[in-house]
């Protein structure tokens, strides 16, 4: 049986504004058929801590630390909680909600699409499965989180290795099109990470520090020999290809679709309007 073919983007390390900006335009090139579904693999420069659309600035972040660290600072279109971006590969993955054998609902769309992160943790020589909210605790985890920390809880279908996440993902559909993008963690600063987030007390940020220590951990604290972001990449392509039954074929984007990747990131990424408005 002949392969679907999507294509692929390979965009290397952007500003924090532009990823967000690529990814809604692909989303809305795939959306009015110009192109068919897309997996990217991007990084972020500078290093960037992304918040959820739904999340609020004044409660949960501490700008004054994300300044002073030197980070970017964006939200983005899709639901979860805060990630910081440096030491990882972020993958995104843009397919209509009417693909072939596409689930609708939300958890189950994503055991499938994530089925290509399981195959490249597998192929990095990483024994990772999903993880399944199995008590009640660990729903009651999910309804009402700890802290604004995306790695400090697993989500359902979300990538694990030795009972830690090792891969944060969330999800929009917009305009009959799932978006789905995540990050892959090479190496994760647990200390810089807490630093940039608000909490009740001191007590209760220590707390979270070290839970995180027992519920994330990144592939380089695992892996039995060093893996780079071009690791990364070879694999997880591979798994994407084998889990989705697709070729994937690489592509540039042309000048006019750069264009309208800058006007979006004018308009909405780069825009306090848009980061501070909760």
């Known amino acids: 049986m002949e392969k679907t073919k999507w294509y692929f983007i390979n965009s290397g390390p952007c500003s924090p504004s532009y990823n967000m900006a690529l990814d809604e335009a692909l989303l809305d090139w795939h959306s009015e058929g110009l192109i068919p579904p897309v997996i990217r693999f991007y990084e972020w420069n500078p290093a960037t801590l992304s918040i959820g659309y739904f999340q609020s ?8 630390a994300v300044e002073r660290l ?11 909680r805060g990630v910081l ?4 590969l972020t993958y995104s993955v843009i397919v ?5 054998d596409m689930p609708a609902t939300v958890t189950e769309a994503y055991r499938v699409i994530s089925e290509g992160l399981l195959l490249g943790f597998q192929k990095l020589g990483l024994d990772a499965y ?3 909210p199995d008590t009640e605790e660990k729903k009651i985890d999910l309804k009402k989180p700890k802290s604004a920390v995306c790695f400090d809880t697993p989500s359902w279908y979300e990538l694990v290795v030795e009972g830690k996440k090792v891969a944060g993902s969330a999800q929009t559909r917009q305009k009959g099109v799932i ?3 995540g990050a892959i963690l090479l190496d994760l600063d647990e200390d810089k990470l807490i630093q940039t987030f608000k909490f009740a007390s001191n007590e209760v940020r220590d707390r979270v520090k070290a839970s995180l220590s027992k519920k994330a951990v990144a ?3 695992i892996s039995q020999s060093p893996v780079s972001i071009d690791d990364c990449k ?3 392509k591979h798994g994407f290809e084998v889990a989705l039954h697709i070729d994937l074929v690489e592509i540039t984007l042309s000048e006019a679709q750069e264009q309208y990747v800058n006007e979006l990131e004018q308009k909405r990424y780069s825009n306090d309007e848009w980061n501070f408005k909760k």
């Open 57 to 64: 600035v004044e409660k949960e972040i501490d700008l004054e």
């Open 70 to 80: 030197g980070l970017g600072f964006v939200r983005r279109p899709t639901g979860g």
């Open 85 to 88: 971006h440096e030491h990882e």
């Open 96 to 100: 209509s909600e009417k693909y072939p």
């Open 130 to 132: 999903f993880s399944i």
């Open 179 to 181: 978006l789905q993008h």
């Open 219 to 221: 592939i380089n604290k």
């Open 234 to 236: 070879i694999a997880f």
